[in-house]
């Protein structure tokens, strides 16, 4: 009797060892809203703050994060998060659709 109570202690540790352990490696690798640092890039010459405020807005509101809006090289319209270029008018030849910036972030921290 005592043998069947040792091996059962033993199963359930092992059950709840590999549950525990997937959990904390899934926790460990997610990128959380609290983390998240973005950059709005823009030109300020070719009148594209309004865009990049109104964008920061937008995320502020999502997020409750502050994004920092940089002025950048000439026609320039680049969203960076944490340091990873997510989103270039430059390589789509568009300006982001709304709400499209908080979908490609959602995918992240999925």
């Known amino acids: 009797m005592l043998f ?36 709005i890039h823009h030109c300020s010459t070719c009148g ?5 405020e109104k964008l920061a807005l937008e995320l502020q509101e999502a997020y409750g994060i502050e994004p920092t809006l940089v002025v950048g090289g000439i026609g320039s319209y680049n969203v960076f998060m ?5 989103f270039s008018k430059a390589e789509t030849g568009r300006f982001p659709d ?3 910036i908080v979908r490609i972030i959602e995918k992240y921290l999925e």
């Open 48 to 52: 594209f703050r309004p865009r990049a």
């Open 4 to 39: 069947k109570i040792a091996i059962a202690v033993f199963v359930l540790m092992i059950i709840f060892t590999g549950i525990f352990a997937e959990q904390t490696s899934e926790d460990d690798s997610q990128l959380k809203k609290e983390d998240l640092v973005i950059e």
């Open 82 to 86: 944490n340091d990873e270029l997510i």
């Open 98 to 100: 709304p709400g499209e």
